[in-house]
């Protein structure tokens, strides 16, 4: 082909291109959005801009909520009330985007459309007010009859834009009992009837310590579930015209929080907010007080079981934490007390997985035995030192279990890291395990099922830990019927 046609189509080619793109695809962009555009009951209008909005509610409320300097929403009428920000921000964006499908420039009167004279929505954006009056629904095409003004066209709007304008008070309300950050909180003092703790922290990374009614470390799993639990904490319900403190319960609480937060800034003062949980109001519901001093709301009567109302749940009860990663040697230690001697089980982990001599435990047994103790916690506390015929009592001197995992030396001839040593006393029923850590006097309650996961006997281990020979083999055993974890021993401390 002649290079200079070749020239001429490529350069047709390109002009072909260049006017689908810029006509048909980005063009086409363009008009779709300018015929969108026109649609708009207001046309320009942007959410951020509206200021304020007065709404008829659908319970028959007058509402208006204003925006505050901080972007928030408050309710100022029937009432001054937190306003539930995402409720009113899905309203100012349904007023922003409201589109027409059809348009009637010389309307019947509007009464035939169902448009009062009382307009649903009333907002200010800077000096100037808009309103927006809804009517009956189309009796085809799935809209509704909106009208902006008396002397401007009626509309025909989808029915699923102008749903969202449609609110009840109380979907205007905030829910929040108390709005907070937890990270933000360095001080909690929680009391309930007969008890109470007083629990502080340096930062938000600092550890949660326990000030009273014993000082000593704070479980921190406890205390990060109750501040979340406070912080996602909603109403079921408002209390309008409440009764007075003492008749809801609210002098002498079930449960109350007093939280104290860190400063905003270096030089203002910290801040405090309390929640309190008062009495049931109808066996399902209770009164609770939250930030806002003046407001009565009500929870569902079974979120105070959330709440932890135990000196022993604040306490701390960790007997060992690692990454199961790093766990390289299992030891298990077995004393027999009345045969005066005990049974050292070790599990090495290799390429292939764990390995354990003499006895040959099952390597999904040991892993799931590495698990447990990577994040075992206690129960309970049994209490904060016992004396020595106490402790030989409960199994722990000798312990019945002694429990040890070791990480990777650093280097040749370095010793390998202690990650965890967990002693395991005698199972009594009713109560659990007794179990202490190798550097806390502290005794702990640990739960029966542990013995799923950790043999707490030399019996348990062989019953249920060990590995299974492959069946078909030569020299193979009949199968037995395997106990369980065997029945928990009597309580040494309530013996005769």
């Given at each position: 082909m002649n290079p200079r046609t070749t020239a001429i189509l490529a350069l047709l080619v390109a002009a072909l291109g260049a006017f689908v793109y810029f006509y048909e695809i980005r063009g086409g962009e363009e008009r779709?959005?300018?015929?969108?555009?026109?649609?708009?009951?207001?046309?320009?209008?942007?959410?951020?801009?509206?200021?304020?909005?007065?709404?008829?509610?659908?319970?028959?409320?007058?509402?208006?909520?204003?925006?505050?300097?901080?972007?928030?929403?408050?309710?100022?009428?029937?009432?001054?009330?937190?306003?539930?920000?995402?409720?009113?921000?899905?309203?100012?964006?349904?007023?922003?985007?409201?589109?027409?499908?059809?348009?009637?420039?010389?309307?019947?009167?509007?009464?035939?459309?169902?448009?009062?004279?009382?307009?649903?929505?009333?907002?200010?954006?800077?000096?100037?007010?808009?309103?927006?009056?809804?009517?009956?629904?189309?009796?085809?095409?799935?809209?509704?009859?909106?009208?902006?003004a008396e002397d401007v066209p009626v509309y025909a709007v989808p029915t699923y834009r102008t749903s969202a304008l449609v609110k009840r008070f109380e979907e205007l309300q905030d829910k929040r009992i108390a709005k907070f950050d937890p990270s933000a909180v360095r001080g909690v003092e929680a009391t309930w009837r007969g008890g109470g703790?007083?629990?502080?922290?340096?930062?938000?990374?600092?550890?949660?310590?326990?000030?009273?009614?014993?000082?000593?470390?704070?479980?921190?799993?406890?205390v990060d579930d109750l501040l979340s639990t406070l912080s996602f904490l909603r109403a079921s319900g408002f209390l309008?015209?409440?009764?007075?403190?003492?008749?809801?319960?609210?002098?002498?609480?079930?449960?109350?929080?007093v939280l104290e937060l860190a400063a905003a800034a270096e030089?203002?003062?910290?801040?405090?907010?309390?929640?309190?949980?008062?009495?049931?109001?109808?066996?399902e519901n209770r009164a609770v007080r939250g930030a806002e001093e003046t407001l009565r709301y009500s929870i569902a009567a079974d979120r105070l079981d959330d709440l932890p109302r135990r000196v022993g749940a604040y306490r701390f009860k960790e007997l060992a934490r690692f990454d199961v990663g790093d766990a390289r040697r299992v030891e298990l230690v077995f004393h027999d007390a009345k045969a005066a001697q005990s049974s050292l089980v070790t599990a090495e982990k290799g390429d292939a997985g764990w390995e354990a001599s003499p006895e040959p435990m099952d390597p999904a047994k040991?892993?799931?035995?590495?698990?447990?103790?990577?994040?075992?916690?206690?129960?309970?506390?049994?209490?904060?030192?016992?004396?020595?015929?106490?402790?030989?009592?409960?199994?722990?001197?000798?312990?019945?279990?002694?429990?040890?995992?070791?990480?990777?030396?650093?280097?040749?001839?370095?010793?390998?890291?202690?990650?965890?040593?967990?002693?395991?006393?005698?199972?009594?029923?009713?109560?659990?395990?007794?179990?202490?850590?190798?550097?806390?006097?502290?005794?702990?309650?640990?739960?029966?099922?542990?013995?799923?996961?950790?043999?707490?006997?030399l019996e348990a281990l062989r019953n249920r830990f060990l590995a299974q020979p492959e069946p078909g083999l030569a020299g193979d055993e009949p199968a037995r019927d395997l106990p369980g974890l065997g029945e928990p021993e009597l309580d040494p401390l309530e013996s005769p």
């Open positions: 779709a959005e300018a015929e969108a555009e026109s649609k708009r009951l207001f046309p320009g209008l942007e959410a951020p801009s509206i200021e304020s909005v007065t709404l008829r509610t659908s319970d028959d409320q007058t509402a208006r909520v204003e925006r505050l300097p901080d972007g928030g929403w408050r309710i100022r009428e029937p009432r001054d009330f937190p306003a539930d920000g995402p409720a009113v921000e899905g309203l100012v964006s349904a007023l922003a985007q409201l589109t027409s499908e059809s348009v009637f420039e010389e309307p019947a009167p509007l009464e035939d459309y169902g448009l009062g004279d009382d307009p649903v929505v009333r907002f200010r954006v800077g000096e100037l007010e808009r309103v927006v009056r809804l009517g009956d629904k189309t009796p085809v095409g799935g809209n509704t009859y909106v009208a902006t703790v007083k629990l502080a922290r340096e930062s938000e990374d600092a550890d949660w310590r326990l000030v009273a009614p014993v000082e000593g470390d704070a479980d921190a799993e406890t309008a015209d409440p009764p007075g403190d003492a008749e809801l319960g609210l002098e002498s609480p079930e449960f109350q929080a030089d203002a003062e910290p801040r405090r907010l309390a929640i309190a949980v008062g009495s049931s109001l109808d066996g040991v892993a799931s035995l590495v698990a447990r103790l990577a994040r075992l916690r206690a129960e309970d506390v049994m209490a904060d030192g016992m004396d020595a015929v106490g402790i030989e009592a409960l199994g722990l001197d000798p312990p019945r279990v002694l429990l040890r995992v070791l990480g990777e030396a650093s280097g040749e001839g370095a010793e390998a890291p202690v990650l965890a040593e967990v002693s395991l006393g005698r199972a009594l029923p009713g109560k659990g395990i007794p179990g202490r850590r190798a550097d806390r006097d502290t005794l702990y309650w640990l739960d029966y099922d542990l013995g799923e996961d950790v043999p707490i006997n």
